[in-house]
Nanobody, 123 residues
Framework: QVQLVESGGGLVQAGGSLRLSCKAS????????LGWFRRAPGKEREFVAA????????FYADSVKDRATISRDNAGNTVYLQMNRLKLEDTALYYC????????????????WGQGTQVTVSS
C-alpha cells in the first residue's frame, strides 16, 4: 500500500503561482512512478506532470509545459508541483498518483491516488 496526501491548493489570482505538495508513505513507494493529474468541473481527469521510471526525467502536459515543474525532496518522499502564471482554466482538483506500470499519462495506469487538493484561479 502507498498513501498519498496532497496539500497546497487554494484560491489564487490569474497570473499567480502555487506549489502543491504530495507526501508519500507506505511500502516501497520509491519503486513507483509518481505523477500529478487534475479534474476540472465537468471534465475528465487529465494528466499534468510525471517523472519517468528513473525518477529524474519528467513529462508535462502541453497545457502546462513551461509553467509547471514537478520535483521531489532529497528523501524522495514528497513530490511537488510548482505552477506559475496560473490561468482560469487551471482551476481543478489536483491529484497525486502512483503507478508501477504503464504509460505516464494514463490515469488508469495509476493504482494509488490521493484525495486531491483544490486549486481555484480567479480573474
Amino acid at each position: 500500500q502507498v498513501q498519498l496526501v496532497e496539500s497546497g491548493g487554494g484560491l489564487v489570482q490569474a497570473g499567480g503561482s502555487l506549489r502543491l505538495s504530495c507526501k508519500a508513505s507506505g511500502n516501497t513507494y520509491s519503486n513507483f512512478r509518481l505523477g500529478w493529474f487534475r479534474r476540472a468541473p465537468g471534465k475528465e481527469r487529465e494528466f499534468v506532470a510525471a517523472f519517468d521510471w528513473s525518477g529524474h526525467g519528467t513529462f508535462y502536459a502541453d497545457s502546462v509545459k513551461d509553467r509547471a515543474t514537478i520535483s521531489r525532496d532529497n528523501a524522495g518522499n514528497t513530490v511537488y508541483l510548482q505552477m506559475n502564471r496560473l490561468k482560469l482554466e487551471d482551476t481543478a482538483l489536483y491529484y497525486c498518483a502512483a503507478s508501477i506500470a504503464g504509460y505516464y499519462d494514463l490515469p488508469d495506469d495509476y493504482i494509488y491516488w490521493g484525495q486531491g487538493t483544490q486549486v481555484t484561479v480567479s480573474s
